[in-house]
């Protein structure tokens, strides 16, 4: 899910190497993040504050047990990883000095660089990455969006202090994808106390360019520059990442200037930020990033256990109207759980279509029938009646969750809408403990989806928190870890898309573009396929060019 599939749930606050790599290596990190260069002003500036929206609380800082996009992008700049996707997408070494695959694919060789520290000082060692790698495995801890990259993981080998190797049970696809998401937090931080309540779970130790500074609650977190960081160095002083939920708010604090940054609706882009005034101030940067939108079922409960039903609720929801009357066309309509322009997402199967007379035909099949006359249809005793929740303060996850609302009651079907502050709504949907919602993926590079989607990684084990439970899936997802050729791994992927395109665990609604301002006295940034954020060096190296550049107070 961050990070991607198996590691990153946005709330739609849209309102809501197949083959064997060896040898890897290269020069580490010290020229890594190289900016555009100022030619007006000669180069990078030094100093300032720059001021990011996240949409919602988050929950840690932890990075073995972060879960949302929010908690994401804080860390980015708080830890490194051992290796990581550069702005082509390509793996390089960041903690790591190098690292190797071995020919048959068992073995990934990590050396660490002799050079790193965590933010106390401390130097990063093998015991940190073993360390972390065991929490990450550990029953009691839910690592949701981590674990289940390392099922196929035999055992890691310490060589010394510098050298760990990933032995693996069988060849495994996504093995790199998976070194990639240990990022090590610190034994000696760690080793003690309570790992899920640890206080440094709100006062992290890290190993970024940025070190911690400050946390308040539903209000902000702030970073410090690490003068002590081994790559590097960073440009601004300082980073504040404000928590505001609600979009219009956000809108106005960039608009007045208490925000450098933000993700905007569609609604928003298209209306409210084509004044001469804010183009002046602002680049406007428009991209797609592998993600889609998406209703989840919750199939162990007694409405969505029966896939006639889920199909039936697909069907009542009118993605096309959406389409037009939220985005304009610009989204586009998916039919399965891969990034539509990836080549595990199979085009020749469509979306079904906006159909209520055929999703009431389902119902009726499923035995779902107003016996009683009363408008509302019942089965053995229960009436259908279920709570969609949704984040608090997006209006096009309300306008989503409204329209769904509508075409329900006209077909007998009634849908109770519940909006929740963040971090309680994520709460309940890492526990399962609810009948729908509205949320999207943002996915990884590797189509691997196995945590998200295999019977055995239900709650609190792994991210299928709508307990699907498909055993021709649960094969196919074990097979598309196992071989290396890229034709083969397309065929399984495909054949998931098109058992899930029958079995739908999910309504599949749409994939969108990200829409981003930025403000244009902020330089170095750079738009990777993956977007702004979410490879290295993502945001480490963005600075301040203006004359007299505001530092924002945190009060």
């Not at 096009?396 to 609302?405: C, D």
């Not at 928190?465 to 034709?487: C, I, M, P, W």
Request: hydrophobic content about 35%; some cysteine.
């Amino acid at each position: 899910m961050v990070r991607r599939n198996a590691a990153v749930l946005f709330a739609i606050a849209l309102g809501l190497c197949a083959c064997v790599i060896s040898g890897c290596g290269g020069g580490g990190n010290d020229d890594k993040g190289s900016v555009a260069m100022d030619t007006e002003s000669g180069g990078p500036k030094t100093g300032g504050t720059i001021i990011r929206r996240i949409d919602s609380e988050c929950k840690t800082l932890n990075w073995v047990l972060y879960t949302t996009a929010y908690e994401y992008w804080v860390l980015r700049l708080l830890y490194d990883p051992l290796i990581d996707f550069d702005e082509n997408l390509e793996l390089v070494p960041v903690l790591a000095e190098s690292f190797a695959v071995s020919e048959d694919g068992l073995r990934i060789t990590v050396k660490l660089r002799d050079d790193i520290f965590w933010h106390d000082g401390q130097p990063i060692t093998s015991a940190d990455v073993e360390f972390t790698l065991n929490k990450i495995l550990d029953p009691g801890v839910p690592a949701l969006n981590k674990a289940g990259y390392f099922n196929k993981l035999d055992h890691l080998d310490v060589i010394d202090e510098r050298t760990v190797v990933f032995v693996w049970k069988e060849a495994y696809a996504p093995s790199l994808q998976s070194v990639a998401m240990l990022w090590p937090i610190p034994k000696h931080v760690y080793g003690t106390g309570d790992f899920l309540s640890h206080p440094a779970n709100r006062e992290p130790v890290g190993s970024g360019p940025f070190k911690f500074g400050e946390w308040r609650t539903s209000q902000y977190i702030s970073l410090v520059r690490h003068d002590g960081y081994h790559g590097k160095k960073a440009y601004v002083d300082r980073v504040i990442f404000k928590v505001i939920e609600d979009d219009a708010v956000a809108l106005n604090a960039l608009r007045t200037g208490e925000l450098d940054e933000m993700r905007t609706t569609q609604n928003q882009w298209e209306r409210q930020l084509t004044d001469p005034e804010f183009e002046a101030r602002f680049n406007k940067y428009h991209y797609y990033e592998p993600s889609y939108n998406y209703i989840g079922w919750n199939c162990r409960t007694v409405w969505f256990k029966d896939t006639r039903v889920r199909l039936a609720m697909t069907m009542l929801f009118d993605r096309e109207s959406i389409n037009a009357k939220i985005y304009s066309g610009f989204a586009k309509l998916v039919s399965g759980p891969f990034y539509i322009n990836s080549w595990a997402y199979d085009r020749t199967i469509k979306p079904h279509p906006f159909s209520p007379s055929r999703a009431r035909e389902l119902l009726d099949e499923a035995g779902w029938v107003d016996s009683n006359g009363n408008g509302i249809r019942d089965k053995d005793g229960h009436e259908f009646e279920f709570e969609l929740v949704i984040t608090a303060g997006g209006n096009t996850a309300k306008q989503f969750a409204q329209l769904l609302q509508e075409e329900c009651r006209q077909s007998g079907v009634v849908v109770k809408i519940r909006q929740l502050e963040g971090a309680t709504f994520f709460d309940r949907i890492d526990s399962g403990d609810f009948d729908a919602c509205m949320l999207r993926w943002r996915l990884d590079l590797d189509p691997d989806v196995f945590d998200t989607f295999h019977s055995t990684q239900i709650p609190p084990v792994g991210l299928n928190h709508g307990f699907y439970n498909n055993a021709k899936v649960d094969s196919l997802l074990e097979a598309g870890r196992t071989t290396f050729d890229q034709a083969r791994r397309t065929e399984i992927y495909h054949a998931i898309h098109r058992v899930m395109h029958e079995d739908p665990p999910y309504t599949f609604i749409n994939t969108v573009p990200e829409k981003r301002p930025i403000n244009k006295r902020i330089k170095g940034v750079i738009i990777s396929p993956n977007g702004p954020f979410d490879f290295t060096p993502g945001a480490n190296y963005w600075y301040i060019d203006e004359t007299n550049g505001r530092v924002a107070s945190e009060n």
